[in-house]
C-alpha cells in the first residue's frame, strides 16, 4: 500500500505556456500533499504543502501565483506551473500522507523542460 | 525550524564492501528521522525511519540506521554493498508542528557508487 503516482512523468513545452502535473494517491487518502522541487544535483526543496478543500501553503520564496495547487479531493493534488519559462526546467516530486505524523510517500516525479 | 547535514556529497565503495553514510541534524525539539534512496530519474523511495524506541533501525535492502541522540546523528549503515545499491541517498528530519502536518527537511545527498 501507500502508492503515490505522477502524471506526466516528463513533458517538454514552449516558454509562455502552463503546465498542469497530477499527483495521486493510489490506495489511501491522503490528508496532506507535498510538492517539491529538486534542482540537478541538489536537494529538494519543498514549495508547498496543501491540504484537500483548502489553500496551499507556500514556503517563502516560492510565487503563489506561477506555482498553483489545487487539492481538490483526498486523492488528487495538482500543480500548474504559469507561463513556463526556460528557469523553471526541474525535477518536481510529491508526495502525500495519510495524516500528522505519518510516513510521507514519494511519487516518481515528474521532469519538466521548458524551450 | 530543522536542519540535516550530510557532510559525504560522494562515497565510492567497492562490492561487497561495508558503507556508512553520515548524517547529523540540528533541532529545538524532538524530531523524527527519515532515510530516503533515489534512484535515477525516480522519487524517492524510503530506506528506513526512526519515530521512538530502539534507537537502531532496520530498513529495506539490508540498510540500518542508528539513531544517536547525544550526538544528533542518524548515520546510515549497510554491512555488504551490491551493486544495485547505486543511488542518491537522502537523510531528512521532521518535527511535528502545531498545525499537525509534517514537514520534511532534506540534506544535500550522498551519491553511493559501488564499484564491480
Known amino acids: 500500500g501507500a502508492v503515490v503516482s505522477q502524471h506526466p512523468s516528463r513533458v517538454i513545452c514552449k516558454s509562455g505556456t502552463s503546465v498542469k502535473i497530477e499527483c495521486r494517491s493510489l490506495d489511501f487518502q491522503a490528508t496532506t500533499m507535498f510538492w517539491y522541487r529538486q534542482f540537478p544535483k541538489k536537494s529538494l526543496m519543498l514549495m508547498a504543502t496543501?491540504?484537500?478543500?483548502?489553500?496551499?501553503?507556500?514556503e517563502q520564496g516560492v510565487e503563489k501565483d506561477k506555482f498553483l495547487i489545487n487539492h481538490a479531493s483526498l486523492t488528487l493534488s495538482t500543480l500548474t506551473v504559469t507561463s513556463a519559462h526556460p528557469e523553471d526546467s526541474s525535477f518536481y516530486i510529491c508526495?502525500?500522507?495519510?495524516?500528522?505524523?505519518?510516513?510521507?510517500?514519494f511519487g516518481p516525479g515528474t521532469r519538466l523542460l521548458v524551450l | 525550524a530543522q536542519s540535516v547535514t550530510q557532510l559525504d556529497s560522494q562515497v565510492p565503495v567497492f562490492e561487497e564492501a561495508p558503507v556508512e553514510l553520515r548524517c547529523n541534524y540540528s533541532s529545538s525539539v524532538s524530531v523524527y528521522l527519515f532515510w530516503y534512496v533515489q534512484y535515477p530519474n525516480q522519487g524517492l523511495q524510503l530506506l528506513l525511519k526512526y519515530l521512538s524506541g530502539s534507537t537502531l533501525v532496520k530498513g529495506i535492502n539490508g540498510f540500518e540506521a542508528e539513531f544517536n541522540k547525544s550526538q544528533t546523528s542518524f548515520h546510515l549503515r549497510k554491512p555488504s554493498v551490491h551493486i544495485s545499491d547505486t543511488a542518491e541517498y537522502f537523510c531528512a528530519v521532521s518535527a511535528l508542528e502545531q498545525t499537525g502536518a509534517n514537514n520534511l527537511f532534506f540534506g544535500t545527498g550522498t551519491r553511493l557508487t559501488v564499484i564491480p
Open positions: 496543501s491540504n484537500e478543500g483548502s489553500k496551499a501553503t507556500y
Open positions: 508526495s502525500a500522507n495519510r495524516g500528522p505524523q505519518e510516513t510521507q510517500y
